[in-house]
Structures are given as C-alpha cells and as structure tokens.
Nanobody, 126 residues
Framework: QVQLVESGGGLVQVGGSLRLTCAPS????????MGWFRQAPGKEREFVAT????????DNSDSVKGRFAISRDNSKKTVYLRMDSLKPEDTAVYYC???????????????????WGQGTQVTVSS
C-alpha cells in the first residue's frame, strides 16, 4: 500500500525557516500533482500550496504567499515546502497530499486529493 512519508517539521522561532519534504513510498503517485495543507488546533484543515505534475506551475494561499514555496524534484520523487519568515499563526500539523496520477494540475480543493500523509507538526514560538 502506497503511503506518503513526510518529514522536516519541528520547533522554530518566529522569523525562522523550515523545509518539509514528502515522498511516496512506492512508484505510484510519484508524479502526481501534489498539495500541502495544514490544520491548527481547533480549526479546519486549510490549503497551503499546490504544484502540478511537471513542477512548473504552483499556487499558494494568500496567507503564505511570499513566505512559503512549494517545489518538487521528480528525479527524487520528492515534494518540498520551504517555509520562511515563520509566524506563530503558522503553527499547525502540515499534511502533504496527492491527486490521482492521471491529473496534471494541482488544486486548492482538498477533496481532489486521494492520498494523504500522516502529518508533521510545525510549531513557531514567539
């Protein structure tokens, strides 16, 4: 059974940086459009960023635009979320997700994703 394996979360001070990584455990989904979502305590899960299959088209939520960057290295079958200028309100569990491989474009809609990682905690301390 294919899984998405995330890593890179942790505790960081305000203004700091982290890089999250996500990779499927098998060949399936390795070139799927991917997304990052997050869920803060007591809040609904929300869209963060998405990237298309080729890696040449991305979309970020307004709350992270200019601070976060999603990218992918298809030769390594890995997707990244670079997070800079972190704020306390970025504290959340971050999830990567994959669309079905026959799609080429990413999506802001989490219902479009069929495979999810286990989540990685990001905590920004002030």
């Amino acid at each position: 059974q294919v899984q998405l394996v995330e890593s890179g979360g942790g505790l960081v001070q305000v203004g700091g940086s982290l890089r999250l990584t996500c990779a499927p455990s098998g060949r399936s989904f390795s070139t799927s459009p991917m997304g990052w979502f997050r869920q803060a305590p007591g809040k609904e899960r929300e869209f963060v960023a998405t990237i298309n299959r080729r890696g040449d088209s991305t979309d970020n939520s307004d709350s992270v635009k200019g601070r976060f960057a999603i990218s992918r290295d298809n030769s390594k079958k890995t997707v990244y979320l670079r997070m800079d200028s972190l704020k306390p309100e970025d504290t959340a569990v971050y999830y990567c997700a994959a669309r079905a491989p026959y799609f080429s474009e990413g999506s802001r809609d989490q219902n479009q994703y069929i495979l999810w990682g286990q989540g990685t905690q990001v905590t920004v301390s002030s």
